[in-house]
């Protein structure tokens, strides 16, 4: 079983930035479908003002320990960077949860 963290804003499609999500959606990955496990409330990692603070992208990481990987509609290349450089792997994508998670059980991508 994989774990994947989902960034939407409606609960339905992966639809949020990364660094203004306030909440992530976990799904457990078997071989043929998904479990929706919990939310997870999250601070938003991107404030505009204050531009990007790696502490909050470090209590995003221990949030999301236990995923496999985080799927998100945008993330920019510094905090992709700064994700992967710390093994959480992280997939931009979009569409309904449902047909994003049955392409990654179909495609074995996580």
């Known amino acids: 079983m994989s774990m994947a963290a989902v960034a939407t804003s409606d609960g339905s499609t992966v639809n949020e930035h990364f660094g203004h999500a306030k909440f992530f959606r976990i799904?457990?990955?078997g071989e043929e479908?998904?479990?929706?496990?919990?939310v997870r409330d999250a601070v938003a990692v991107c404030q505009h003002s204050l531009g990007h603070d790696t502490?909050?992208?470090?209590?995003i990481i221990e949030l999301l320990s236990d995923c496999d990987a985080v799927l998100v509609n945008k993330i920019g290349e510094g905090a992709a960077a700064y994700l992967i450089g710390r093994g959480v792997r992280v997939f931009e994508v979009s569409g309904s949860i449902d047909a994003?998670?049955?392409?990654?059980?179909?495609r074995k991508l996580i």
């Open 33 to 38: 479908t998904y479990t929706f496990k919990e």
């Open 27 to 29: 799904y457990e990955l």
């Open 55 to 59: 502490t909050r992208f470090d209590k």
């Open 100 to 106: 994003v998670l049955n392409s990654f059980i179909a």
